[in-house]
């Protein structure tokens, strides 16, 4: 990566720079060393050209943030850019740099690189380290990669992963070279086509007709395209909320009751619901959990890669998703598929699909 710009979330440690998470709680945070991902790209000859803008400490998925700013879509700066890495996928979109991390726990890394038309990849939980990075979800926070293609994310896990020991989570597995395999065709390929909710009536007409063109594409280059029900796969966004909400507010619970007045109100009031949230909740939760993942095994077990729409709608525009007094704003919908996947802790990767009436870009 000599001389490669690469922009950092700004969740993430660089030492001597602030590390905010976008919230005034944490002005004047400065890092007393690199994280572990920063040291990694020094290493590697990146040039780490600054931090990006968030949802306040990576809490909410359309890329609104009132103390810093809301991120604007390349594509249409009426429109929102998803999140919570909504800068690091703007600035990719934009050619600003070729590169950016971003961090995944309910699909911060795939949601925005689905509606800002690039290549977001949420790496096997544990493959990259978390250490020198901020907590939201600690069981699901992911690291990964965001760039123009998928061959720029495959150099830039080349970097990036590897085992830690300052990560508790970080794995042992072997690192391979994630760059071999791109000059392969399809064939003996399985593709796993759920036949239920990521392909429901719900999902919007226009995200549905450019998958099933870019399934008919794979399958005419030699794919298998096996349909596969997984009617259990609608209970897993409430499984990543429902850890979230219990690992969030322990994150924050110290702070949180001292300077409840710095956190945004939609933020405060998240993390604050947690508080009513017993220890029997988050084990159901956990147990849920094991449970969903059993499932999604067995179905792995038929196929070697799921296909789905990153998101079941259309790119909402700001002033949608903006909140208001009675009204939550609009985009709750994004995460209804990606949080399925840090649940379990697989690998998903958003690619650009094509672009919807009026050119916004899908995944």
Known sequence: ?????????????????????????????IAKSDSR??????????????????????????GLNPTTGDVKNPWDRTHITAGSSSGSAAAVASGMIPAALGTDTGGSVRMPASLCGISGLKPTYGRVSRSGVLDLSWSMDHIGPMTRTTADCALMMNVLAGHDASDPASSHEPVPDFTSGFTEGLENLKIGVPTDYFF????????????????????????????????????????????????????????????????????????????????????????????????????????????????????????????????????????????????????SHSVPCGFITGGMPIG
């Open 200 to 347: 429901s009536d719900s999902v919007d007409s226009e995200v549905l007709a450019l998958v099933r063109t870019a399934i008919d594409l794979m399958s005419r280059n030699g794919a298998e395209i096996v349909e596969l029900p997984m009617p259990w796969a609608e209970k897993g966004r409430a499984i990543n909320l429902g850890v979230i909400i219990c690992e969030v507010v322990a994150v924050h619970e110290k702070i949180i009751s001292e300077h409840a007045d710095l956190y945004t109100p939609a933020v405060r009031s998240r993390i604050q619901s947690g508080f009513n949230v017993s220890a029997i909740d988050y084990i159901r939760a956990q147990r849920a959990r094991q449970w969903f993942n059993h499932h999604m095994a067995e179905s792995m077990h038929q196929v070697d890669v799921l296909i789905t729409p990153t998101v079941p709608i259309q790119t909402p525009t700001i002033a949608d998703c903006t909140p208001s007094p009675g009204n939550p704003g609009g985009g709750l919908e994004l995460p209804l598929f990606t949080g399925v996947f840090d649940v379990t802790g697989q690998p």
């Open 37 to 62: 991902v920063a040291k990694k790209l020094r290493a590697a000859g990146a040039i780490l050209i600054g931090k990006l803008n968030l949802v306040e400490f990576a809490i909410g998925t359309t």
């Open 1 to 29: 990566l000599h001389g490669i710009p690469v922009g950092l979330k700004d969740l993430i440690d660089v030492a001597g720079r602030e590390t905010t998470g976008g919230s005034k709680v944490l002005a004047g945070n």
